[in-house]
């Protein structure tokens, strides 16, 4: 186990330094190419939307993002019970899930 740790640790420390003489290297790109500079930054600011998908009471899988909205409106009405209190604000009670375990 403790060669696998020296292993890892030297080819960890291998990847952090060529991710730094990689930027390094861009960084020189950078100061002649502003239009490499700028595909750079814009490259590192995607974000990828991880749609979350559920199972549904019938076992199918939900295909959309309103699908999936719908499915977990339903379960959390399932488990949840609103009263109004004699003030009139609303309270919110645990209940035991219906069909969903």
């Known amino acids: ?3 696998y740790k020296k292993v890892l640790n030297r080819v960890n420390a291998a990847i952090r330094k060529e991710k730094l003489e990689e930027e390094e290297r861009i960084c020189h790109v950078f ?6 500079f700028y595909g750079y930054v814009k490259s590192k600011q995607k974000v990828t939307s ?10 199918t899988i939900t295909k ?7 499915e977990l409106s339903t379960f959390f009405k399932s488990v ?7 003030d009139w604000t609303t309270e919110t009670t645990r209940s035991e899930p219906n069909s969903y375990q």
């Open 50 to 59: 991880n749609n979350m998908r559920v199972r549904s009471v019938n076992g």
């Open 64 to 70: 959309s993002e309103v699908e999936t909205a719908e």
């Open 1 to 3: 186990m403790d060669k």
């Open 31 to 36: 100061k002649t190419n502003k239009k490499a």
């Open 80 to 86: 949840t019970n609103t009263r109004v209190s004699p």
